[in-house]
């Protein structure tokens, strides 16, 4: 699947799933989104899935080429998606397999301190995830980096700086 020349904002921004809602489901591969915009988002790029059993994946996912002014979470991974207080209660351990997902040449502004949060599952961790040419700042400053469960390399320049 191709994703080219998309504006986002105000609104969601760009998610994949929420994958992992039942055991027995399929998976997501070879997504290319690139050469998009995000204003006043709540999310940039997302991938989400439920804190549960799953036979689901998410992998060979390519972000290219992103201006973000002001989003909430510019790069956001959530292995623990939760859209109400009845799911956090019941919280397995994602079982949806991450990997091969890249972020290549994205810049811009965080309207929080977090702009690049992995949040993966110890049931099933992110890996092979890689960054490459990401400048996100908030607030004039650097931003932060979040990684729980998540492997992968950082290359070129990178801030924040990764967690990797």
Not at 3 to 22: A, E, N, Q, W
Request: proline residues 4%; glycine residues 10%.
């Amino acid at each position: 699947m191709l994703v080219d020349k998309v504006t986002c904002g105000p609104g969601h921004g760009i998610s994949i799933g929420s994958l992992g809602k039942d055991v027995n489901e399929q998976g997501v591969q070879n997504v290319t989104v690139r050469s998009t915009t995000f204003v006043g988002t709540t999310n940039g790029f997302r991938i989400k899935a439920w804190g549960k059993p799953s036979n689901g994946f998410a992998r060979n996912i390519l972000f290219q080429h992103a201006t973000m002014y002001n989003v909430q979470n510019p790069i956001f991974i959530d292995q623990r998606y939760c859209p109400d207080r009845n799911c956090a209660a019941t919280y397995q351990g994602s079982g949806v397999r991450v990997s091969d997902v890249t972020y290549q040449n994205i810049r811009g502004t965080s309207a929080t301190q977090v702009a690049v949060n992995f949040d993966c599952s110890n049931r099933s961790p992110c890996r092979g995830i890689r960054l490459n040419n990401v400048r996100l700042t908030y607030r004039n400053r650097a931003a932060v980096a979040s990684c729980r469960n998540a492997g992968g390399t950082a290359y070129g320049f990178v801030q924040p700086r990764s967690c990797l």
